[in-house]
């Protein structure tokens, strides 16, 4: 069973994390991976993402939600026997993914399970760069989001 951490801080009272756990374990196993894997989710503002976007990504602007994955490939690093191995770390911006939910109408229940999908989606390796790309990412989140009974239309997350 993998292990996901979720680090909610003052959202905490706002979130429910068995839901951000399942949205990440839907997630893996839609992917096929199994085994002792591990990751954290991290709910933050949009000064924390702002400040992570602009040192990672060069841009100087608040973002829903990033990933950091463990290896640039998407394969999960290489642990020792009986330790788990770490794909890396999801932070989401708890007020734009509010913003985000209440602009399009839907619970932000459903916004954060679009995200923490997006986010171990990129952990695992996929991109939305090119057109190509971007259709499988988004029909394997349509899929992952289908198991989980959320029903929102996918944007530009």
Excluded: C
């Excluded at 954060?112 to 999908?117: D, M």
Aim: net charge positive; charged share 25%.
């Amino acid at each position: 069973m993998p292990k996901i951490h979720v680090r909610a801080g003052v959202y905490r009272p706002q979130v429910d994390l068995r839901q951000l756990r399942q949205a990440a374990v839907k997630t893996l196993a839609h992917q096929n991976i199994q085994g002792n894997v591990e990751l954290t989710i991290a709910l933050t503002g949009d000064d924390k993402t702002h400040a992570l976007n602009r040192k990672h990504r060069g841009m100087d602007a608040p973002t829903d939600v990033l990933a950091f994955a463990e290896t640039e490939t998407g394969t999960p690093f290489v642990a020792a026997p009986g330790e788990p191995a770490y794909l890396g770390d999801v932070v989401i911006s708890f007020p734009r993914a509010e913003a985000q939910a209440k602009a399009s109408g839907h619970p932000v229940a459903s916004e954060l399970a679009l995200l923490v999908v997006h986010g171990v989606l990129h952990l695992l390796g996929h991109d939305h760069a090119k057109v190509r790309e971007k259709r499988k990412m988004w029909t394997a989140q349509e899929g992952i989001l289908r198991d989980l009974g959320v029903r929102i239309k996918i944007g530009e997350a």
